[in-house]
């Protein structure tokens, strides 16, 4: 929903609930009760859940996640001008969706434990960014899933049919070889080094 509709929603709610502490004689009609419901209940659930909506939808963006200081370097690293380099060949190939790196490649795949923990965990991350502290090199929950790799690659003719890929397929799929292991894509963020490396810059 736009963001000036919700705007206007909420004025209108605000508008209801004036009127009634100001007025609350209004309440004695049928007519004074339902507005009351409708400004009181009805209008700030609708507000808020899709206020949330968009925060949430909002929350999957690159910027977003780049827009805490802890995490400028990682953003920095997506534009390392080396093929190596395994989230950089993503982002500058569009790979995954640029407006979505970060998302795309962090989040579990699965049915109950992608989104709503994504969103649980990422609740942690703005307590540590404003009421916290945020740790120092940052750690993943967990060792890096190929599930995560899978989602997008499985299924396509040159990851199937590539001679490596295709010897040691079978542990790749049982996640028994990570894909990030090292001798194969092992260079990824790589935030310690960034000083050392050349940027790309992207053509307006």
Request: charged share 15%.
């Amino acid at each position: 929903m736009p963001t000036a509709l919700v705007f206007a929603v909420l004025v209108i709610t605000v508008v209801i609930a004036g009127l009634i502490v100001f007025r609350p004689g209004i309440t004695v009609a049928r007519e004074g009760k339902i507005l009351a419901f409708m400004g009181l209940f009805i209008l700030p659930v609708f507000t808020g859940v899709v206020g949330l909506d968009n925060h949430v939808e909002r929350s999957k963006e690159t910027s977003f996640c780049l827009s805490c200081h802890v995490m400028e370097p990682y953003g920095k690293s997506l534009h390392v001008d080396d093929p190596a380099y395994l989230p950089a060949s993503h982002f500058q190939n569009h790979r995954v969706p640029p407006n979505q790196a970060c998302y795309t490649c962090h989040t579990d795949y699965t049915m109950y434990t992608g989104g709503i923990k994504a969103k649980i965990r990422g609740l942690h991350h703005i307590y540590a960014q404003y009421l916290g502290t945020a740790e120092h090199p940052i750690q993943l929950y967990k060792p890096f899933n190929n599930r995560e790799c899978l989602h997008c690659h499985l299924g396509a003719r040159s990851f199937e049919e590539g001679t490596t890929h295709s010897a040691i397929m079978s542990d790749i799929k049982s996640n028994q070889l990570s894909c990030v292991t090292s001798g194969c894509h092992d260079t990824v963020h790589n935030v310690a080094h960034l000083n050392q490396t050349k940027m790309w810059s992207a053509k307006p």
